[in-house]
């Protein structure tokens, strides 16, 4: 499966809305184009889960009307489906019970979502459904920003810390536009004390570097930037 994203379904089914939100930002970075799906209630998520395939399942146990724990155990007498479980319970019992019912990770919170995105990763591996070396693609870039590993039509291109981290963030989020102020903080902090202008010189070397796909970074007029086909 590419792991670009495309047709990759994701279920996070997390009561607390901020986090499920925070999950969900996170996944979209990492899984472009992939579908995900939002539940905040054990009873719609197991309903969900009937009705729907998941590549990937995030599993919070402390959940209104049906726990997650129920929901595994349900789940389980069905599919093989991938559950990482997140969990304020990090009691050993609580984690031993999750493994009991076929889960393939258990994340205690407070947790770091940048941790949850590499177990997810971890997970479908050993599903086979990505490889740590693959590949994603947009239009006539290939990238796996991983390994730092950029390529243009097939040719391998060098960018620094700075410059690759603009890409991520352009790749990420296509059509979105960007003002120099937010890419400032986004890229250097909000504790940046440089200029405006950095970013543009950035930008100009990434445009050199990029070639063909130069392109792809949009000026857009007395604002900012965008990244579009």
Known sequence: MNKRGVDMQFLIVEDEKQLNDLLYDYISD??????????????????????????????????????????????REKHDTPVIMLSALSDEENQLKGFDLGIDDYVTKPYSPKIVIKKIKSVLSRYGQITQKQHMTYGIIRYNFDHHEVFVSDEPIKLNKKELELLKLFISHPGRVYTRDELLNLIWGYDYMGYDRTVDTHIKRLRQKLKDASKYIQTVYKTGYKFEK
């Open 30 to 75: 990492s899984f472009i184009d992939a579908k995900i799906t939002q539940v905040y209630d054990g009873i719609v998520a197991l309903n969900t889960i009937n009705t729907h395939k998941f590549d990937l399942i995030l599993l919070d146990v402390m959940l209104p009307h049906m726990n997650g724990f129920d929901i595994c155990k349900h789940l």
